[in-house]
């Protein structure tokens, strides 16, 4: 953590690429079992087909995912447009994957799985359980790269933003850390407990990020009536984050990066039930636990050791671009180390 930070000291730098970096290697260790050094070229190209997928998929293209594309790939890739770079860089990434899968079986221990791709080849050999292929396990292991990296990545960024927008806050939550873990222990999750200005601060660095603005695609499971709406069985829903994340009757300042919207009058951490990121119901998010982590981890380690400014002269922008998630427009920071 600290020798990447150092490493830039003195002059700005885009985080967006070490974010990603870190964020995947979590994504790495649980399907893999293994972590890459960040000079690793097929992890960096991998990374970079990951991105470019996730911003081609939120194009006017974008209404396909990555076990979709395998069942339409043969009718359109005799069309021309961005569909095709798409189609070309998620064959890539389960290229990937299906190098580290016939890795993965020349030392298996079936009564000692070591990571989610010795799990799923060792479901593959019960042959009552329907789905567990080598290719669905591709699949799987693609849609975890997709959902579990950019979404973290960009969240990370977003925080970022509001926190250079905001110097008092930054320093407000910074403080926290200091009376509470210090500056030489890492923290752990033991501490979120204990630091709620900090967690309402992420909290509120999440219903400002909105990064899925219009969730993912849901489908009617029957006919159904919503809002005095008649839905279909069958019909393809995408529900709106935005509505509930920004609704005026639910947020005191909904417009505004608040952190006291998650604290009751006596500073301490108050859930809300508009706050609905990682949407909500048996569809919602498969790695919000694993985020949750991941952001508070990661944003506490990186404020306990760290200060983070813009040049003179320079406005973050709050307004985000829109894509498969909501991303900052690219932006570079100055690191100081405190």
Known sequence: RSKHGEAHRG???????????????????????????????????????LSEAIRL??????????AKVVTIIKMMKHL?????????????????????????KKDLDHSDPRDYIDAFII???HESVLGFTEFNLALCSGDLFLAGTET??????????????TPDIQDNVQAEIDKVIGQTRLPTMEDRPNLPYTNAVIHEIQRMGNIVPLNGPRMAARDTTLGGYFIPK????????????????????????????FLDAQGKFVKREAFLPFSAGKRACLGEGLAKMELFLFLVGLLQKFSFSVPDGVELRAEGLTGLTRLPHPFKVYVKVR
Request: hydrophobic letters at 40%; glycine letters at 6%.
């Open 57 to 66: 998929e939120g194009s006017a293209w974008g209404t396909v995912s990555l």
């Open 123 to 125: 479901e593959m050999h």
């Open 11 to 49: 002059e700005p730098f885009n985080p967006a690429s070490l974010f990603n970096n870190a964020v995947s290697n979590i994504i790495c260790q649980l399907v893999m079992g293994k972590r890459f050094d960040y000079s690793d070229h097929n992890f960096q190209i991998m990374l970079k087909y």
């Open 234 to 261: 069958g019909t393809s829903l995408m529900p709106n984050l935005t509505s509930v994340l920004f609704d005026k009757t639910e947020w005191e300042t909904p417009d505004t990066f608040n952190p006291g919207h």
């Open 152 to 165: 973290t990545s960009t969240t990370l960024l977003w925080a970022l933003v509001f926190l250079i927008k």
């Open 80 to 104: 021309p447009g961005p569909h095709n770079t798409m189609f070309s860089h998620y064959n890539a990434i389960l290229e990937f994957i299906s190098q580290e899968v016939e890795s993965h």
